[in-house]
């Protein structure tokens, strides 16, 4: 009888734990609603009455072969799609762009997906975010991206004054006019800007949220996609000087610009590798077989592979000539690449991995001609995992939680967000491990850092390109299978190499606080962790109205004792520390303060992680114990890498504390785990110290 009662009990708290965690779940998979709260709380209102607008509105499908700027005459116009509504607050956002950027006389904003299917709903619930989906994050001016399609997307505005003298293309079709309006636009010298807030809402209809948002993912039908829109391109590289054609992928539609070099300069390309001999043979006789590009050299750099392997690929020279260097070392992926670079004799340097295997023969000719234009640093090309349509890498995103590859482990023969694995896009950085660039670009820069010896060295050459004014480019129309880690593994997977890789994410930051979480090609709102583009959850000390964890911290009992704990906690944290690149704001909204971050994941291995509450505790030098509860974050990706786990989405955690919360001292970190279901309780040390600084 007392078994059974038990047991009704333990099924009892176990059901209010699991719906605890479904509801929690829930809310933090769809956090644009509070994105929406959060950052439109003083809208602008419109005009009303007699009171005329601050600039002419001009709805694009009415920009037809007789369509003038003379016949307007406000010195603003705003280009609008008439499939939308645009929000009210571009009566104010957009002339007060132009007033405080004097040097800007073309600007676009974000927008996002109005459901119209939902009106009925909405005004019952009398809340307009309840059918606002999909928001369209742009990019920071990006010329290349413009090259592949009008991502201006649904609005931009113009100084009129600015642009009299262009002569209107009069085709009857809207969208050429628009297209080559934009592009010679923006070849006056002034960098287009981007305000960065959601201006417009485009009208979808569908059966379901569901239908549209999976619509709208694959999309790739935008103003200039396709060969209608190649004349215009062929024109603008005409006037830009340049020599080069358009070729349409015949599966896709898409049109892609091959830039013509007619001296065809010489590349190096810088292949490192160790006793990987049937990768690198793979790797190398695959670019001979598949480059139509006439000039080339192969630089081997070994960093001391055995004996055998040494003299194979000495004889393999005779099969597939190549430049061997071969220069005992550690391991250190950037002073392989600097000593391939400083034997190198082109123009031109490709940094290749060993395990990069090429089968269509324009790679090398597409990524060259892109590199040859004067605003361009890298260059790099969609990876693909071997002989599948699976995506390795379609460039590198500064995300929240450190630079990652969104879409990996993604279907290519679908497309995603805006066409970001089919267009050409202008992006943060691309991968090392097939990066293209002048020679005398990476030289000036003084090659890759020495001091990122394995991971992130590509990213940091990347944003110190990005300091320079330079743009680098991801070419999706470039398609190589990467073997990816046969050399080293999966950094996720094994824990010292997982340590490595938050040490030298450090270092990276170190080097570049100013692009610490921030990524101006994706915008804050998009600008997850997660591998697909979805809307990140907004951390409560990034909001206005949040509670002050002053409130949250409380004094605990001491630890137990070390040989009494049951330490069945995996834990790994990517953040910890006093935070200098964002303000916090108490709860009364005005007095701005210092926080400390401690952010990670954390799970029972074999566990259904729903039952355990999670605290972090904090240890002073005294022995002191202060216990503050987790804020639990939704982490797809964590759940990606542990499929045998249960109720393992929402495992991250991202807490902060306040200055002032805590007495100056160093902590040591643990993490706690209640079983919600038992009395039972584990205990695990982050193996990481926190020092609070007196104020």
Not at 226 to 247: H, P, T, V
Not at 375 to 382: D, F, L
């Amino acid at each position: 009888m007392l078994g059974r009662i038990k047991d009704a009990i333990q099924g009892r708290l176990y059901k209010k734990c699991i719906e605890e965690y479904e509801r929690e779940l829930r809310c933090q998979t769809d956090p644009y609603l509070l994105w929406i709260k959060e950052n439109e709380q003083s809208a602008a209102r419109e005009p009303k009455g007699d009171q005329k607008p601050p600039f002419d509105i001009v709805y694009m499908e009415e920009c037809g072969r007789d369509f003038s700027l003379a016949g307007y005459s406000r010195e603003y116009i705003v280009f609008v799609s008439e499939q939308g509504r645009i929000s009210p607050d571009v009566y104010i956002e957009i002339p007060q762009y132009f007033e405080t950027h004097k040097d800007v006389n073309v600007v676009y904003a974000d927008e996002d997906t109005w459901m119209l299917e939902l009106e009925k709903e909405r005004e019952l619930v009398n809340d307009e975010s309840a059918h606002r989906i999909f928001p369209w994050t742009k990019p920071m001016w990006s010329p290349d991206t413009l090259f592949s399609f009008l991502y201006f997307g649904s609005i931009f505005a113009v100084r009129r004054s600015a642009y009299l003298g262009i002569e209107w293309l009069g085709d009857d079709d809207y969208r050429k006019n628009i297209y080559d309006f934009v592009l010679r636009a923006t070849e006056q010298g002034r960098r287009p800007g981007h305000i960065e807030r959601v201006l417009f809402h485009a009208y979808e209809k569908g059966g379901s949220r569901a239908e549209i948002e999976a619509r709208l993912m694959g999309r790739t039908d935008f103003i200039g996609v396709g060969s209608a829109y190649d004349a215009i391109r062929a024109r603008a590289m005409e006037r830009r000087g340049l020599k080069g054609r358009m070729i349409v992928d015949a599966q896709t539609g898409i049109s892609y610009p091959v830039y013509d070099l007619p001296d065809k300069p010489l590349v190096s390309i810088i292949i490192p590798s160790k006793d990987n001999s049937e990768v690198l043979k793979q790797c190398i006789r695959s670019v001979y077989a598949h480059t139509d590009y006439p000039n080339f050299e192969i630089i081997v750099v070994d960093n001391g592979s055995s004996a055998r392997v040494r003299v194979g690929l000495e004889n393999f020279r005779q099969e597939c000539p190549f430049v061997y260097l071969y220069q005992p070392m550690e391991f250190n992926f950037s002073s392989m690449c600097n000593l391939g670079v400083r034997e190198a004799k082109g123009e031109y340097i490709l940094l290749l991995n060993d395990d990069m295997e090429a089968f269509e023969d324009t790679w090398l000719t597409r990524m060259v001609g892109q590199a040859s234009l004067k605003h361009v640093g890298a260059v790099g090309a969609k990876l693909l995992y071997p002989n599948s349509e699976m995506i390795q890498h379609v460039g590198i995103t500064n995300t929240i939680y450190g630079p990652g590859h969104k879409l990996k482990q993604l279907d290519d023969r679908m497309s995603y967000y805006y066409g970001r694995n089919r267009f050409v896009y202008d992006l943060i950085g691309v991968t090392a491990a097939c990066l293209l660039m002048r020679r005398d670009y990476f030289l000036a820069l003084g090659g890759l850092f020495e001091g990122l010896a394995v991971a992130y060295n590509d990213v940091d050459l990347c944003f110190r390109l990005c300091g320079k004014g330079l743009y680098n480019v991801l070419r999706n129309d470039v398609v190589l299978y990467h073997h990816e880690s046969l050399s080293r593994g999966d950094d996720l997977q094994d824990e010292t190499k997982l340590r490595r890789l938050l040490a030298e994410k450090d270092v990276l930051y170190g080097r570049h606080p100013k692009l610490y979480r921030k990524d101006p090609f994706i915008g804050t709102l998009l600008n997850s962790g997660e591998s697909e583009y979805s809307c990140r959850w907004l951390e409560r000390y990034e909001l206005f109205n949040i509670f002050d964890s002053d409130d949250m911290i409380a004094e605990s009992k001491k630890l137990p004792p070390q040989g009494s704990m049951n330490q069945a906690i995996m834990i790994v944290v990517e953040d910890c520390g006093r935070e200098n690149f964002a303000k916090a704001v108490t709860k009364n909204g005005q007095k701005k303060r210092a926080y400390y971050l401690i952010k990670g994941w954390a799970y029972v291995p074999g566990a259904d992680n729903a039952r355990y509450q999670f605290k972090i505790l904090l240890v002073n030098g005294a022995g002191r114990v202060w216990e503050l509860p987790v804020q639990k974050r939704y982490r797809k990706d964590v759940a990606a890498i542990l499929p045998d786990e249960t109720n393992v989405k929402l495992t991250g955690f991202c807490n902060w504390i306040f200055e002032g919360a805590l007495p100056p001292d160093t902590y040591e970190l643990w993490m706690t785990a209640k079983d919600g279901c038992s009395r039972q309780r584990l205990y695990r040390s982050m193996e990481k110290t926190l020092t609070i600084e007196g104020k």
